[in-house]
């Protein structure tokens, strides 16, 4: 299957290309090595599933991939921009333009509504707010929250505030959706809705995920599995080479065909 995808994304470039990326934090007089040396390609329209135990360096490599935290070494490239090269602004820059997150915690601002906080990260795009409050409602429903505007988070259920949590990340259709262990809070069935939910959106706009979790059951739902074990990648398995081509989506386009 390996080799079909290959195949498939011959001369094609990856996304995000992440290349012998280290990162050692320093406590007092302690090193914690958190990654060792990991590379890895990935490309649009694919759905990475970093899988490993609490620990094993998942979401530090996700923080750097999404310019959250700079590598101690190597280098990180999506969509031709050296991220590991831009300063803080710049990367701050490229993430309201390009990345949206969904966390474990839902990270809700808990004195807004629903509505609020999916719109904030379109607030900080320059968005008018009439686009805003139209974009930010289409994405409610889209998650099945339609009525739940004006809601706080206090006001909704875990699956309901991760759905909040998804419209926002969604909203501003950004290319690369990252999401640090989006269902670590919720029960199995709660679980699958959400996975379904954010699995589906990412399919039909033709975006990127990339999601990070222990849980193996997730990993069904991915492209392309990673395992992480101790700071380094042990195994990728590809599970579909019909990644969708690079460009927009287009409905009959040739590359979808084999
Ligand atoms: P995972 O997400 O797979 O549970 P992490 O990436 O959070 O793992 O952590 C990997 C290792 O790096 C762990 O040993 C963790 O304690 C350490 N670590 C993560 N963040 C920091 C930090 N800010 N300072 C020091 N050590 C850290
Ligand atoms: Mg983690």
Known sequence: MAEDTAKNN????PLIEVRHVRKVYRMG????????DVSLEIYKGEIACFLGTSGSGKSTFLNMV???EKPTRGEIIIGGVPLHKLDEAGVTLFRQKNIGFIFQAYN??????????????????????RKRDQIARQAIELVGLKGYEKRRPTQMSGGQ????????????????IFADEPTGNLDTNTTKEVMNIIVNMVRENVQTLILV????????YADKIVTVRDGNIVDVIVKRGDVPPSGEAQ????AQTH
């Open 251 to 254: 409905p009959g386009g040739e």
């Open 108 to 129: 809700l601002m808990p004195m807004l509504t629903a509505l609020e906080n999916v719109s904030l990260p379109l607030l900080f795009r320059n968005v008018e707010k």
């Open 161 to 176: 505030q991760q759905r909040v949590g998804i419209a926002r990340a969604l909203a501003g259709r950004p290319k690369i």
């Open 29 to 36: 007089s302690e090193r914690i090595v958190a990654l060792n």
């Open 213 to 220: 979790t222990h849980d193996r059951s997730i990993a069904e």
């Open 10 to 13: 011959e001369g094609r470039k």
């Open 66 to 68: 999404a310019g959250l």
